[in-house]
């Protein structure tokens, strides 16, 4: 839910969306290749875990597209991370969760309940 980026916590978030840059549109704006098959929206749209004042302008299935405001340099094929707003219907979008601790890979997880909606 989106109270919980909005508070301040004293923990980090335990799940993030690994996206890339796509493209670049204008002075500042980019395209990422994750939408709403990647990241569930009911509850808000998701945040740039380290650009928390870039600002979603369109949000689509398969692309977002956004204004790094308070963003260093950006390349095309860079990795950032998203923070969605609710993560329960976000990890219900995938089969694994690939888990890394301190930037090491650590495994993949199966998500059990990947689809269980009844």
Same mark, same amino acid.
């Given at each position: 839910?989106?109270?919980?980026?909005?508070?301040?916590?004293?923990?980090?978030?335990?799940?993030?969306?690994?996206?890339?840059?796509?493209?670049?549109?204008?002075?500042?704006?980019?395209?990422?290749?994750?939408?709403?098959?990647?990241?569930?929206?009911?509850?808000?749209?998701?945040?740039? @875990?380290?650009?928390?004042?870039a600002k979603?302008r369109v949000?689509?299935?398969?692309?977002?597209?956004?204004?790094?405001?308070?963003?260093?340099?950006?390349?095309?094929? @860079?990795?950032?991370?998203?923070?969605?707003?609710?993560?329960?219907?976000?990890?219900?979008?995938?089969?694994?969760?690939?888990?890394?601790?301190?930037?090491?890979?650590?495994?993949?997880?199966?998500?059990?309940?990947?689809?269980?909606?009844?």
């Open positions: 839910m989106r109270i919980y980026i909005e508070l301040i916590l004293f923990f980090d978030y335990a799940a993030t969306i690994l996206a890339t840059i796509q493209n670049q549109t204008g002075k500042k704006e980019f395209t990422t290749d994750a939408g709403t098959k990647a990241i569930a929206t009911g509850d808000g749209k998701p945040v740039f @875990q380290d650009f928390s004042k979603i949000m689509n299935e398969e692309h977002t597209q956004f204004k790094a405001i308070g963003a260093g340099d950006l390349e095309i094929g @860079q990795k950032i991370q998203l923070i969605p707003a609710h993560i329960c219907p976000t990890l219900n979008l995938y089969d694994y969760l690939h888990v890394v601790k301190n930037n090491d890979f650590i495994g993949k997880w199966r998500i059990y309940a990947r689809g269980k909606n009844y």
